[in-house]
């Protein structure tokens, strides 16, 4: 499975839509709460000029409106990112008179076959 695809199937669960670098911003009719994220990778792990890991850091946020309490929705993205094999995230909180934001920080580790293939 994709970093991609863990990411949607560990947060699809909630309800709330998850798209991959959307921005909402632009958009005329914003859901009321939702998620993106992003990704970037690099290889690690060097040997024979090739890497033996590619290692993925994630950028997840979750918006949400300022009246509400988020406190246990924000714990359970963690859990559910953290059981979809990603390090426990780092969670801060970018919220604004707009409207709540939460960030969250992880990385995951995928092998690279001999073939360089991830």
């Known amino acids: 499975m994709s970093v991609e695809a863990r990411i949607t199937a560990a947060l699809g669960s909630f309800g709330d839509p998850v798209e991959k670098s959307l ?3 632009s958009a005329a009719d914003l859901p009321p709460r939702y ?3 992003a990704c ?3 290889g690690e ?3 024979d000029d090739e890497p033996g890991f590619e290692l993925w850091q994630v950028n997840v946020h979750f918006f949400a409106p300022l009246d509400g309490n988020y406190t246990r929705r924000v714990r359970q ?3 559910a990112l953290h059981q979809a094999g990603f390090t426990w995230p780092r969670c801060y909180d970018a919220s604004d008179q707009e409207g709540q934001h939460f960030v969250f920080e992880c990385e995951i ?3 690279v076959d001999p073939d360089g293939q991830v």
């Open 109 to 111: 580790a995928e092998e």
């Open 77 to 79: 993205t963690k859990l």
């Open 35 to 37: 998620y993106t994220f």
């Open 23 to 25: 921005l909402y911003a």
């Open 45 to 47: 792990d060097w040997a």
């Open 40 to 42: 970037s990778s690099q």
